[in-house]
């Protein structure tokens, strides 16, 4: 079973650019999150969806952020205009209802973006 | 304002011995407490998970120590190996699955030395 699988690894824009982030998560997993660290920070949620509807965007940044999810399979995470604050690097994570009721997420590799 | 606060940030072992990593949170709706590890390169991967009706839980060599009442949470690696060198997360979610976002901590840098 592929894993989770994020593009590209690795981002450097400038300020003022737009740049997208596209996860591919396990196939079958319905829930499919997105986080962000920042350099030795906690890892933050942003968003969850089910399916193709945002269940919770409660950790979106601001409005430079547009995720989504068409058709329920892979997402991508828009950023623009790009900030320096944007920095970081950001994991997709999926899941799907496992033994004992519980929802494992599956994070990526995770993509490194750098804003300079 | 961090929910779930983790030390130490760096923490170096000799093989052999005893990792320690400790977890404290703040929102009594917590149900869910998973332990991630992440090799450099890789993402976190879930290594242990509790919920609070338990005190204890062990899987081979990591053990998860939970005290309910102090909101505290740590993880404990015995016989550390130099294959255990990772970057380890704390995490909390208020779904008893996990099913809700994850609340992470900082992450605790850990090397064994052989």
């Known amino acids: 079973e592929a894993g989770v699988t994020q593009f590209p690894s690795h981002s450097v824009i400038e300020k003022g650019q737009t740049v997208t982030l596209r996860c591919d998560p396990i196939?079958?997993?319905?829930?499919l999150y997105w986080y962000r660290r920042v350099m030795g920070k906690e890892i933050k949620f942003l968003l969850h969806?089910?399916?193709?509807?945002?269940?919770?965007e409660s950790g979106m940044p601001n409005n430079r952020f547009l995720a989504e999810r068409t058709g329920g399979t892979y997402s991508t995470l828009k950023v623009q205009p790009a900030e320096l604050e944007d920095s970081g690097v950001y994991f997709c994570?999926?899941?799907?209802?496992?033994?004992?009721?519980?929802?494992?997420?599956?994070f990526g590799p995770g993509t490194r973006l750098t804003v300079t | 304002q961090q929910q779930v606060k983790q030390s130490p940030q760096s923490l170096i072992v000799q093989k052999g011995g005893i990792s320690i990593i400790n977890c404290a949170y703040e929102?009594?709706?917590?149900?869910?407490f998973p332990w991630y590890q992440q090799f450099p390169g890789k993402g976190p991967a879930l290594l242990i998970a509790?919920?609070?009706?338990?005190s204890e839980k062990k899987e081979g060599r990591f053990t998860i120590s939970f005290n309910k009442s102090a909101k505290q949470f740590s993880l404990h690696i015995m016989d550390s190996q130099p294959g255990d060198s990772a970057t380890y997360f704390c995490?909390?979610?208020?779904?008893?699955?996990?099913?809700?976002?994850?609340?992470f901590g900082a992450g605790t840098r850990l090397a064994v030395h052989p």
């Open positions: 929102n009594t709706a917590f149900d869910y």
């Open positions: 196939s079958g997993h319905d829930n």
């Open positions: 995490a909390a979610s208020k779904d008893p699955g996990g099913y809700n976002k994850l609340i």
């Open positions: 969806f089910v399916k193709e509807s945002k269940q919770d």
């Open positions: 994570a999926s899941s799907r209802i496992a033994g004992g009721g519980t929802y494992e997420q599956y």
């Open positions: 509790i919920r609070p009706d338990v």
